[in-house]
């Protein structure tokens, strides 16, 4: 009995090392009980939570809520189930002047519900009526909140009206509403991965409530990542992840230079957040201090370097891509370093563009980025939403259908990028801002950028910048595991970086 029980130890004094080195070099994964996928009633969520409906504007909680001649029509029900509900909205004046094709809809409890457009329909015999598919797919007390959304805002209601239409909320909203039954679908608790669906296509994810989570969710390494003061965090359903942000580059080994390709939207990250996090001053400073010029700041081209704690150096730059992207891209060979990675989208600029036009400016801009930097990863963001009850631009082509169209087109030819062997991943910034308007800036935008903002927009809107801090951290976390699948490819080495 004694030599067995030592035969044993030493068996597990020998399995020990292979089992550390073999987990080490993620060549096998060890259970983990965070890997459990719910099924209970309650799924994430404690129960009889209640949310609160503001007594101000949601979108600018300085301002008083103006509504107009639309009504919820039969009106809701104190209770709707997690399976597919359909409320029906009405327009009280002439169909073809104050009614419009679609109505946003958003539901606030333990997570952030918002239907997609396709569960948006107006009635081709009666143009006054909209029907919109509901299915909230948690339990709990929310509030809904809805505004029109009109295909068409004349400038005037933008520039000359104290309360243009398309701010005004429906009739009777905001109202709270419980949703009522099992949850109708499965939360995993695993990490997300790169090769798994979150950053392959589109998002199936939704923002949950801090204030919601069960205890013991709250306490997951993923939830404490967050700032403490965040209300509402995304997260996916078939994963989870924890918060990023550009600190991660010093964890990094073969990042050597990373280059940003974008509209105004993404020159806001970069300089609202990516810059102050990596700059020793903390600040937006450089070539991303503030100035309203167009040529000395919005498009002007901006770079950085970056010390890392081991005193790596690597540099980040952002060109600016308007509605001639391939035009600009031709000159990148020379003004910028050969990037590691790149991050990029075209999307309001090309908001005037059919469909097929945008296809074919996306597609060849694409393949010639891959033409240019075979060996760069590169990361999509999807197209942002537009939050018209902010700020109607719609005169700019700049409508949610508009960009929900650009979203599903770009995710065709990633998938044909990535058949030709472009190492390309995708972040769906489209669904993160979609249910998120009381995040954004002007209704285009989603950082603060401008120092004169900071005087009001954050009492306007407290939870500015969270959707781009949650689509950031995404783009980050494809960067880190990006960065140790390539360190292990090449055997650790670190990446020869040539200095700025």
């Not at 030493?10 to 399995?15: E, N």
Request: with cysteine; proline share 8%.
């Amino acid at each position: 009995m004694m030599r067995r029980s030592l035969a044993i130890r030493l068996s597990l004094l020998l399995i020990i090392p292979i089992i550390y080195y073999l987990h080490q070099r993620e060549e096998l994964r060890l259970p983990e009980f965070s890997s459990i996928a719910l099924t209970s009633s309650a799924g994430l969520f404690q129960k009889g939570v209640l949310q609160t409906p503001l007594q101000n504007n949601l979108v600018a909680q300085r301002e008083g809520v103006s509504r107009g001649p639309w009504i919820i029509d039969p009106p809701l029900p104190a209770q709707l189930p997690t399976k597919p509900f359909t409320v029906t909205f009405k327009c009280l004046w002439h169909a073809e002047d104050l009614c419009p094709k679609r109505y946003i809809v958003l539901l606030r409890g333990p997570t952030i519900y918002a239907p997609p457009l396709e569960a948006i329909k107006q009635d081709p015999l009666d143009k006054s009526l909209v029907s919109v598919e509901l299915e909230v797919q948690e339990p709990g007390s929310y509030v809904l909140y809805a505004w029109p959304d009109f295909e068409a805002c004349p400038k005037h209601w933008r520039d000359n009206m104290k309360y243009p239409f398309n701010r005004g909320q429906v009739l009777g909203t905001p109202t709270q509403i419980d949703v009522i039954g099992n949850p109708s679908i499965v939360d995993s608790m695993d990490p997300c991965k790169i090769d798994g669906p979150e950053a392959q296509g589109p998002s199936h994810g939704r923002w949950i409530s801090m204030g919601a989570l069960h205890g013991q969710y709250r306490a997951s390494q993923w939830a404490r990542s967050f700032p403490a003061d965040q209300d509402y965090i995304y997260q996916p359903y078939s994963c989870k992840r924890a918060y990023h942000t550009a600190k991660l580059l010093n964890e990094s080994t073969q990042v050597t230079n990373m280059l940003f390709l974008g509209d105004s939207v993404l020159r806001g990250a970069f300089c609202s957040q990516i810059w102050p996090q990596l700059s020793p001053s903390g600040k937006a400073d450089g070539s991303c201090t503030f100035i309203n010029d167009a040529a000395l700041y919005h498009t002007a081209p901006k770079d950085m370097q970056f010390q890392t704690a081991d005193g790596r150096k690597i540099g980040l730059s952002f060109r600016f891509m308007d509605d001639h992207p391939n035009e600009r891209i031709a000159g990148l060979k020379g003004s910028v370093l050969e990037p590691s990675h790149i991050i990029t989208n075209l999307g309001l600029w090309l908001a005037p563009f059919t469909t097929d036009q945008y296809r074919n400016i996306v597609t060849e801009f694409l393949t010639r980025l891959y033409e240019m930097y075979p060996t760069a990863t590169v990361i999509w963001r999807t197209t942002t939403d537009v939050a018209p009850m902010i700020q109607c631009f719609s005169d700019k082509g700049m409508t949610r259908e508009t960009t929900h169209s650009q979203r599903e087109v770009s995710f065709q030819i990633v998938e044909q990028m990535k058949a030709k062997g472009m190492r390309l991943y995708v972040v769906d910034a489209y669904a993160i801002t979609a249910p998120r308007p009381d995040s954004g800036n002007d209704g285009r935008h989603w950082v603060i950028e401008s120092p004169e903002e900071y005087n009001w927009l954050p009492a306007a809107r407290p939870s500015a910048n969270q959707a781009e801090r949650a689509i950031l951290s995404a783009v980050w976390d494809i960067i880190g595991q990006d960065d140790r699948k390539r360190a292990h490819q090449f055997g650790g080495t670190k990446s020869v970086v040539q200095p700025i």
